[in-house]
């Protein structure tokens, strides 16, 4: 089984980003939602953006956000990838990344069969489909997964990832199960609801990397 690309999300200091980009990650994830404990607004997002590594993709996550909002920041953080993790419709995501050229992510919600065939809607409108717990008091960064076995059998037909409520302990046993390319933590790589923990990251980069 190939190793997964790995995501750590939600990073917010200069220090985190080199620890995931040491420690294996292929692509860093920034949160610009005023909600989120892991919040950065647009000059924070745009500075932590140029301490990425050009070996590593920044990923830029925003929720149900304005368009003509949504394109300054995309000129000001100049992100690789942008992860919708809202409401974005497949009309809107194929759209924006007409305007932008840019690799767009779309983030779905899975309980249920029906939910994922459901999300396959997005098949020609997006780069990736990233498969997470369905939405609580946020839409994401909640530390919940999502039951894998819906994963595990199913014949995807889109580039996809695994979201939600992975941690070093558990990853390795998520990608065995559902053979996911991509896994995405946030929440389980920290000390508390925003603060990453540099140790955290590292073990779980070593925990998917040793797949
Ligand atoms: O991290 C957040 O605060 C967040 C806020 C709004 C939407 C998505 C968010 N995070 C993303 O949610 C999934 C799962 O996170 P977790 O590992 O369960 O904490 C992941 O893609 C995060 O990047």
């Known amino acids: 089984m190939p190793t997964p690309l790995i995501k750590i999300c939600g990073l917010s200091t200069p220090e985190s980003i080199a620890a995931a980009a040491d420690a294996g990650a292929s692509h860093v994830g920034l949160v610009h939602y005023a909600p989120s404990p892991r919040h950065v607004d647009i000059a924070r997002a745009a500075a932590l953006r140029r301490a990425v590594p050009s070996h590593v993709k920044a990923v830029l996550l925003v929720v149900n956000m304005a368009a003509d909002a949504l394109a300054q920041a995309v000129e000001a953080i100049r992100p690789d990838v942008v992860q919708f993790h809202g409401r974005e419709t497949p009309r809107e995501c194929a759209a924006f990344r007409a305007a932008t050229g840019l690799e767009v992510w779309k ?10 065939a459901q999300a396959q809607d997005y098949a020609g409108a997006v780069d990736r489909l990233l498969y997470d717990a369905p939405a609580g008091k946020l839409p994401g960064g909640q530390g919940i997964a999502l039951d894998w076995s819906l994963l595990a059998s199913y014949r995807h037909t889109i580039a996809w990832g695994l979201a939600g409520g992975l941690n070093a302990e558990n990853v390795a046993r998520a990608v065995r199960q559902t053979k996911a390319p991509l896994v995405d933590t946030s929440s389980g790589v920290e000390s508390a ?10 073990a779980f ?4 990397l040793q797949i």
Not at 107 to 116: N, Q, S, V, W, Y
Not at 196 to 202: A, E, T, W
Not at 205 to 208: E, F, I, K, N
């Open 193 to 202: 609801p925003g603060i990453k923990d540099v140790d955290r990251i590292k």
């Open 107 to 116: 983030a779905k919600g899975i309980k249920t069969p029906a939910d994922l």
């Open 205 to 208: 980069c070593q925990a998917a």
